[in-house]
């Protein structure tokens, strides 16, 4: 029926994706190689990756290579952007993710796509499954009897390993037997299932030279209105972070704090000026770019509206947000993490509410009008008056906000976010083990309250059962391939908890003992 909106994932859905699509630099799809890049989620979602965008425009970069698009939207055969193209029609399929929770998604792919689920029951004939993202950096393990290859770093390094060994060898089994020598890749069938790698394999990050160079400057390649970051160009100004917060994986798995030059991020300007006047500047740490401000500046003076991922607390300055608002931006996110400043040294980020608030004050005095504030929950010695000084911490922001906006005639918005901790692999918090349920939910419970008396300030909170779904994907081993599949299948989360709890709850809610399985990785 003329205007009915198409299927997800059908040939009509992909070409009216496609219509709406921009291009920041012309590629070919006619190449003598090829390839299925995949993101297990949905477009919306791969889309706002900058590192999907960054490998699709590097393998378009390698001479007589290309490759079409896959992401989860639809339930039928997994269809490809570019030409509808079936996933099962390549001889690899190269996955990027970034979410433990993908896990289900690549194996409902593979499933759609009539592919064989473990590596053990493919052969001739079958594509070479590639994962690589942060997942594959931070524990590998937990998806080794479904993945062929694991890649371990910056596509930047990997690639030129990676394409070779695909184009010249001559079966699935000698790519494996080429990538197990090779640093930065993890074959799972060059082990026995529960055996750990020996010697540590290298992850190969991109170093602070490489990050130098110009050409190693992670930009968008295909600019649209359907995701997170809707219409914006964006453009990655660094790596890793100058803190090292116990709990976050960034600062330890990504290496040291590095930054892009500012000529080649204003240069990369100008390729998006035919596409688009927005810009994003991504990063974990997008404030501490020794020359933020004067990008900014001049990045609106070009005729650019600007926007941040986030920016750190002691980064917030008023030529920061002077850049910003002048450019449209109305929104600062900062993560605070904690609401007492004790439970935040303990965290390794010292910075005080004083500090705190004090930026709170200049954003508001600016004119922005919307704040986000990221906390964590469920942290080791949180105490509940830990919890109720959140709420102490969002009552003084808003109070502050009402006061700076007064003159204006405009109340802003304060949303807080409450995740709950989740002590990942790589981190200061790895040997920790996670709260129990019913004292998480009883945190989140108070917090509900305690927003619910406060006008203007509204609170997004995690799921218990998610975080410990989560939890347990990012620190399991090869015996979580049941779990998945049941998941894959179409089982509930709760379903899940209860079926498996005898493998799931001693790895989440006990500290681990002994060598660490996923310290086989090693930062080269």
């Known amino acids: 029926m003329k205007g009915k909106t198409p299927d997800p994932g059908s040939r009509r859905y992909w070409a009216q994706v496609r219509a709406s699509e921009r291009p920041v630099l ?16 949905s477009y919306h979602i791969g889309m706002s990756s900058l590192a999907f965008q960054r490998v699709f425009e590097l393998i378009h970069r390698t001479p007589e290579w290309s490759c079409e698009r896959f992401f989860a939207d639809g339930t039928g055969m997994p269809l490809s952007v570019e030409a509808a193209t079936p996933l099962n029609s390549f001889g690899t399929i190269a996955f990027s993710i970034s979410f433990e929770e993908d896990y289900v998604h690549l194996l409902q792919m593979l499933d759609r796509a009539g592919i064989a689920l473990r590596r053990k029951d493919r052969g001739v004939g079958d594509p070479v499954i590639v994962v690589g993202g942060s997942c594959a950096m931070i524990n590998p393990l937990t998806l080794s009897e479904f993945v062929d290859v694991f890649a371990l770093g910056a596509a930047e390094n990997l690639l030129p390993e990676l394409l070779p060994a695909l184009a010249e060898e001559p079966s699935r089994e000698a790519v494996f037997e080429r990538l197990t020598t090779a640093d930065g890749f993890y074959v799972p069938a060059a082990f026995e299932p529960g055996e750990i790698p020996a010697p540590k394999l290298k992850k190969l990050e991109l170093s602070e030279q490489q990050m130098r160079l110009p050409g190693n400057l992670p930009t968008t390649a295909i600019v649209t209105p359907s995701t997170e970051f809707s219409d914006k160009f964006l453009i990655e100004m660094s790596r ?6 116990r709990y976050c994986w960034a600062t330890f798995g990504m290496g040291r704090f590095r930054w892009h ?13 035919p596409v688009t006047d927005q810009v994003g500047f991504v990063a974990t740490a997008v404030g501490d770019h020794p020359e933020i401000e004067r990008i900014l500046r001049q990045a609106g003076e070009m005729g650019f509206r600007s926007a941040v991922s986030s920016v750190r607390i002691p980064a917030v300055t008023d030529g920061v947000l002077e850049a910003l608002h002048a450019s449209g931006g109305r929104s600062i996110t900062l993560a605070p993490e904690t609401g007492s400043d004790e439970l935040r040294v303990k965290l390794n980020k010292p910075i005080p509410n004083a500090v705190l608030f004090d930026k709170v004050r200049l954003i508001f005095r600016q004119g922005f009008t919307g704040l986000k504030l990221y906390f964590i929950i469920g942290l080791p010695e949180e105490t509940e008056e830990d919890v109720r000084a959140i709420l102490d911490v969002a009552a003084q922001c808003r109070a502050i906000m009402l006061e700076e906006l007064a003159p204006t005639g405009v109340i802003g918005q304060i949303h807080l976010g409450a995740n709950i901790l989740i002590p990942k692999p790589y981190t200061g918090y790895q040997r920790e083990h996670m709260e129990a349920p019913d004292s998480l939910k009883q945190k989140i419970s108070l917090l509900n309250r305690g927003v619910a008396t406060l006008d203007n300030v509204s609170l997004g909170t995690m799921s218990v059962r998610q975080a410990i779904w989560q939890a347990y994907l990012s620190k399991a081993d090869h ?7 049941k998941a894959a299948q179409g089982a509930t989360t709760a379903n899940l908890l209860r079926e498996f709890r005898a493998q799931i709850d001693p790895l989440v809610f006990e500290p681990p003992k002994g060598p660490l399985p996923w310290q086989f990785l090693r930062t080269a």
Do not use: D, Q, W
């Not at 500012?262 to 100008?270: F, K, N, R, V």
């Not at 015996?479 to 599949?485: G, M, Y």
């Open 261 to 273: 030059p500012t000529e080649a991020i204003l240069g990369s300007l100008e390729r998006a000026r």
């Open 240 to 245: 890793g972070c100058p803190e090292k917060c």
């Open 479 to 485: 015996t979580a391939a049941a779990p998945l599949e």
């Open 26 to 41: 012309p590629v070919s799809h006619h190449s003598r190689f090829t390839m299925a890049l995949a993101y297990a989620n």
